[in-house]
């Protein structure tokens, strides 16, 4: 009986280790931090998930069609338009468009048409 217990207990921390190592990959598929944030179960407003936004295309698209109450639960704040950008010349006429939002500060943006997200995309090298 003993034994049972050090097996189960031996079993227990492997696997408590292997989540908390995991929390750390950087990869969509084992990063357990990325995992539970991408399906309801860990809710953290610093936690950046956009970096897996170009792999994990799935994601991304599973956002089309959403309000923009429900983008922001897993988004960082969205940012209107910057007027003082010097670089929009660069991004397009999307950026000028009224649905048109950055993901936090980042070269990510949200367009939204008749309220519903139409489209996500990256302006990093634009």
């Known amino acids: 009986m003993k034994a049972l217990r050090v097996v189960i207990l031996c079993c227990v921390s ?3 280790l292997f989540v908390a190592l995991s929390g750390f990959a950087d990869s ?3 990063n357990v931090r990325y995992l539970l944030w991408k399906h309801h179960l860990w ?3 610093e936690f950046r998930g956009l970096r897996y936004f170009n792999v994990d ?3 991304r698209m599973s956002l089309y069609g959403k309000t ?3 983008v922001e639960w897993w988004l960082p704040p969205l940012i209107p338009e910057s007027q003082n950008d010097p670089n929009d010349k660069y991004y397009g006429p999307e950026v ?3 649905g048109f939002f950055w993901i936090g500060h980042s070269l990510w943006a949200i367009i939204f048409e008749n309220g519903r997200v139409k489209e996500i995309r990256s302006f990093e090298g634009a």
């Open 14 to 16: 492997a696997l408590l």
């Open 28 to 30: 969509h598929h084992t």
């Open 43 to 45: 809710h953290d407003p």
């Open 57 to 59: 295309a799935n994601f």
């Open 68 to 70: 923009r109450e429900e």
């Open 96 to 98: 000028h468009q009224p």
